[in-house]
């Protein structure tokens, strides 16, 4: 079982804005990567799992500790998943207006191959199920995740490092134990609530990075 964090920043100045894009994987890593310098990389836990990760979706209210992460590697390659792993997606930004954004994610998983499905196991839409703690035992896929329906004045402000981190939840298998590829459509969009550049108070960052689930069974890996 590993642990598995997606690091995506934005930022409203520069010009990725212009074309909805997170900041890319960097072409020289700095002196001591980590999840606050380095954005379009998977990151990897060491250690023992970090608060907030659980089987099922949920929204962390804490900041993450960047010790915790480890071994970057740019979404650039398809991130290689076993069942019973586990994902967690952090979006951030080191702009010096935070204070004035609140941001909400939506994430869609689809077939990452650009073959035509064929057969049970590869028709499967998710790596993730629908479970929850209110309802542990729901096993329908999971293919779309929006954490917030509402206004961009209700979505919310940023934990205390500029950051909005959420545990996806546990990775299973498609059926008969059988590999699967998947696309993951990330998207940010984010509110300013006072003092918006000239374009207005809304912008949105989209990305959508590979993975390959082996068919392999739960467990086969150490943390």
């Known amino acids: 079982m590993a642990i ?18 997170f900041q890319p994987y960097p072409s020289a890593l700095p002196p001591s990567p980590n999840i606050n310098n380095v954005s379009s990389a998977w990151f990897t836990a060491t250690g023992a799992a970090p608060p907030g990760v659980q089987p099922y979706f949920q929204v962390l209210t804490q900041p993450l500790t960047p010790s915790q992460w480890g071994s970057p590697q740019s979404d650039a390659n398809d991130l290689t998943l076993d069942p019973g792993d586990y994902l967690l997606l952090r979006v951030f930004t080191l ?27 590869s028709n ?25 329906g509402s ?34 459509n990330v998207g940010a969009c984010v509110y300013v609530n006072s003092n918006p550049p000239p374009a207005g108070n809304l912008f949105t960052f989209g990305r959508d990075p590979r993975m390959h689930v082996s068919g392999v069974g739960m467990g086969t890996r150490a943390a």
């Open 4 to 21: 598995y964090l997606y690091n995506l920043e934005f930022s409203l100045t520069g010009s990725n804005l212009a074309v909805g894009a």
């Open 124 to 148: 499967l839409q998710s790596p993730l199920v629908m479970s929850s703690a209110a309802s542990p035992n729901n096993t329908y896929p999971r293919t779309v995740i929006d954490v917030d």
């Open 95 to 121: 702009d010096a207006n935070l204070s004035a954004y609140q941001m909400r994610f939506t994430g869609v998983f689809g077939q990452g191959t650009s073959e035509v499905p064929s057969g049970e196991a």
């Open 151 to 184: 206004q961009g004045p209700s979505w919310p402000a940023s934990l205390s490092d500029g950051s909005w981190v959420m545990c996806l939840g546990q990775v299973v298998g498609a059926p008969q134990d059988a590999a699967n590829d998947y696309t993951f």
